[in-house]
């Protein structure tokens, strides 16, 4: 049974999206609950499905992938389901959406170079079962990493 979620579980997930580091007595005092009600509303949405993981956010060129794009693919029908778990294991993938509109797939990728980046996008994506075409916008400055 998933719990509805008040006003204090939101504010519990607001400051966790602005720093997942917090400890347990930071995010009770921030939300001004008791410890124990913050562990207990913390597992809850866990085990809810609401929060799905913590993660690191990291400076992209500090860890050497100096060259960003959004690659967009034009699938043939029926074959996102194949596609996604081939698009998965290419570790310059950062991010994949099925989308409706102009194309089908779009994706983040994260390269060391442009010669990296054309590697994935013409030898990699272009090359799986399914990928009709891919188009390719460069990131100039990302404000989010």
Do not use: C
């Amino acid at each position: 049974m998933v719990h509805p979620l008040d006003d204090i579980d939101r504010r519990i997930i607001s400051e966790l999206e602005a720093d997942a580091r917090l400890s347990g007595r930071a995010l009770a005092d921030r939300v001004s609950i008791s410890r124990a009600n913050a562990y207990a509303r913390l597992d809850r949405l866990i085990a809810d499905g609401v929060i799905t993981g913590f993660t690191a956010v990291v400076d992209p060129a500090r860890v050497g992938l100096m060259t960003s794009a959004y690659v967009t693919l034009s699938v043939r029908q029926n074959s996102w389901r194949d596609l996604k778990d081939r698009l998965a294991g290419i570790k310059e993938i950062r991010h994949m959406a099925l989308t409706g509109g102009e194309f089908d797939v779009m994706l983040l990728v994260r390269a060391a170079d442009n010669n990296a980046l054309r590697q994935v996008v013409l030898e990699q994506l272009q090359a799986l079962p399914g990928v009709l075409s891919t188009r390719t916008i460069l990131i100039f400055e990302d404000t989010t990493n």
